[in-house]
């Protein structure tokens, strides 16, 4: 299992954070791991991973962040990453990377399908927005049940925020 936070920057590389047993861990990674998103896990030739991502995207002129953001040292034509250590996070052991190792070479492998599918997801969520702008949903009364006693009753919560009556 591969349990990984990752900070998106510009849409062009990602910051990632995780833990093990051995501690804290950072990366910078030149994967927009958005493409990454929907992909459940994928399998090497004797290991199958599971994928668990947290997922933000940020802006590099508007982040305060103590990360170094030059990622010009990274190659333009392959996935790769670099660890980062600081007084909080430590260098993961050689075998707890196997799994960000699999996950590169997967994206690599992977990567115009990734992409393809990345781009279908956000089509179809512009869509989906733009529809709800056009068709916003009828707005219901909060209606709850309850029982005082020897009598049952009724209440209908006007909630403006959920479209109730004034």
Excluded at 30 to 53: K, P, S
Excluded at 77 to 103: G, K
Excluded at 126 to 134: D, G, P, S, T
């Amino acid at each position: 299992m591969l349990f990984v936070s990752a900070t998106v920057y510009d849409r062009q590389f990602s910051a990632l954070r995780w833990s093990d047993e051995h501690g804290s861990h950072r990366a910078l990674s030149n994967i927009d791991f958005n493409y990454l998103v929907g992909v459940g896990g994928f399998e090497t030739a004797d290991t199958c991973y599971t994928l668990i991502l947290g997922l933000t995207n940020e802006s590099r002129a508007e982040t305060k962040s103590d990360l170094p953001l030059d990622v010009t040292a990274f190659s333009p034509t392959r996935s790769e990453y670099a660890i980062l250590e600081d007084a909080t996070h430590s260098a993961p052991i050689d075998e707890d990377l196997t799994a960000l190792d699999a996950l590169h070479v997967f994206f690599d492998a992977n990567k115009p399908r990734l992409i393809a599918e990345s781009a279908k997801r956000e089509a179809a969520r512009e869509e989906r927005e733009r529809w709800l702008k056009e068709h916003p949903p009828a707005r219901r009364d909060t209606v709850i049940n309850y029982w005082i006693g020897e009598g049952a009753g009724t209440v209908i919560l006007n909630n403006p925020t959920m479209g109730g009556r004034p």
